[in-house]
């Protein structure tokens, strides 16, 4: 019973930090609690004084090593009080407190819980509702915008209005948030310093960016991110391609530099994960993010504002350290580092909760999680290993105007079809943009589903009539299961089945850039 009680108190203690802040009147008479670092563990009841002497410090004295400036120096048991917090520093805590507490549980790419099942998806939903519904009634009637960036929609993009909008809101809630939070607590006199609290936020930015470093390098590591160049773009005069896209066929063109980039921030991740390798994680995942943030800054790849809410919060967690770090690199000095990477616990059931805690997440994360990742990957290209006759590039005849699922998001019609194996393709509008179609080819069956983001699964039966013509014609969707618990269901509207007939466009059977492959020797650098 004591163990739950302590696991409790554990865990409610940080909203109760907020609410219940107690004045400094009441801590006057412990300074050894209003002062010390959480993690040092106090004395008898004669050492609690910071002043009076320890008698470890009076036997070593003559083996004592000198104490490094903008170091705190632990001697024994005990440890010199941290500095006081002044009250720039208690105001930028509190604005960031509540930034990254936003970041951490209610941010749209995902949160620490979204690795559960079931419970894990129930709390990303209900978790990021309250800012992406605020988001759109912002954008609608306070900016007045209309069309496609006015509301949420199926997007691999990270970069829309809404998620700009949902992280200017972050912004102002931190701003008002930490103003209201310090005219309460300065002018009432209460608490002067969050070290409880800051250790809690540390501990939450820890595992949530671990789970990002590892989300995003276990894409790479099993290369699934930058899939292999498409014939769609092994077919595009370079002239006319994107920036991103001629860095992810960079990048895809050779699997094994995309699994080294992944396994760098794998590498982050993992070490993010444990309390002795954190701050290296920390340093390692900063570095690698930095790069994959100027990536997308200078190739427009539309991940740039979570890559650099990422940055942001990596460097919020190195930062204690970056005294002593400078005075182990630059100055050459003796130095530890000083941060806290796991909120205290003063009891023995509160440090076994905390302890169980980290163990789920570490187990989730760094092995169900690759699992899953590695299941779906070799189930992905077990699929995309299926024989098909349909490999190639189709022209859509202008004689059958496009519908179904050959409209693209933008409503515009197709003209190309892509097909690089039964579970990939793109396809290409009018304007010559390109977009990535989800494929489901039954050869047994002879029907394709086809699914290109918000136009919805169509289905098609496929024929031949010849190697150069291939006809789709739409296939009735399954109908609804009857409710009978809707007395006035209507039927099913009537289907009217429609045809498509495309034309196999000639594409050359080698290219130069798959063929080439690596060389020790070369006479002349081989540019075409």
Known sequence: MSFLKASLSTWLRVPLFILLDRPNAQRKNNPARSNASPRVAVDSAENTSPSAPSPSLEQDSTHAQPAVPGQETTT????????????????????????FFLFCFCYGNGTIFSIFPVIGNFLYRWLTWPFNTLAEWTGQHVFHLTGIGSHWHPT??????????????????AVAGGLIWTLISELRGRRREYRTLHAWLRFALRLTCGFFMLNYGLAKLYPMQMAPVSIAILNEPVGNMSPMTMLWALIGLNPVYEMICGAAEVIGGILLMFRRTALAGALISAFVITNVLLY???????????????????VYLILPDVPPLWNFFIRHRPSAPQADWAPPAHTKAARISLRITEIVFILTFLVVFPILMGMGFFQSRKAAAVPTPLLGAWHLDADHPASGAFITPEKQPVSDLYIDSAVRAFMRGPDGELWRTHLNIDPKAHTVHIRCY??????????EPDPNHLVLTTVPPPAP???????DQKPAPAFTPETLTLTRVPVPAHYPLLERGFHWVNQWGLER
């Open 296 to 314: 997308n800054l200078f190739f427009d790849v539309p991940v740039k504002l979570f890559a650099a809410n990422l940055l942001l919060a990596l």
């Open 454 to 463: 918000t136009n919805g699964e169509v289905n098609y039966a496929w024929s």
């Open 156 to 173: 691999g993009s990270g970069d829309t209005t809404m998620n700009y909008l949902v992280d200017g809101l972050f912004v102002l809630a």
């Open 481 to 487: 299961k009857a409710d009978s618990k809707k007395k």
């Open 76 to 99: 024994g048991r005990e440890r010199i009080p941290e500095a006081p917090w002044h009250s720039a520093a208690r105001i930028l805590f509190r604005v960031a407190f509540v930034y």
